[in-house]
């Protein structure tokens, strides 16, 4: 069974730092692109960044570039999300996602992503 686990959120002054990270586990997901995205209370699911396969590209939500920095280690498995300079608009729910076909171009459109994880908080108090 194909799982994404994303440990990592958790409470943040602004300003801070947090890593998310995102272990898949039941297949590989080393060919496939992967993403994150967010959803804030009361507003919809928003792209946030997303890395190819092979890790050379990677794209950002204007909203977070410069502060974010996404990565992933196919050795592992997993995908990170550096965030730094963190805001209180950054609070949302995040959650990974896995691109539905290997070696498919970048997209910063969740129906381009197939698998789930179940999200983790990340709150940013001011």
């Known amino acids: 069974q194909e799982q994404l686990v994303e440990p990592g959120g958790g409470l943040v002054q602004a300003g801070g730092s947090l890593r998310l990270s995102c272990a898949a586990s039941?297949?590989?997901?080393?060919?496939?692109?992967m993403g994150w995205f967010r959803r804030a209370p009361g507003k919809e699911r928003e792209f946030v960044s997303t890395i190819s396969w092979s890790g050379s590209s990677t794209y950002y939500a204007d909203s977070v570039k410069g502060r974010f920095t996404i990565s992933r280690d196919n050795a592992k498995n997993t995908v990170y999300l550096q965030m730094n300079s963190l805001k209180p608009e950054d609070t949302a729910i995040y959650y990974c996602g896995a691109g539905r076909r290997p070696y498919s171009i970048v997209s910063n459109t969740a129906s381009s992503f197939g698998s789930w994880g179940q999200g983790t908080q990340v709150t940013v108090s001011s």
């Open positions: 039941g297949r590989t997901f080393s060919n496939y692109p």
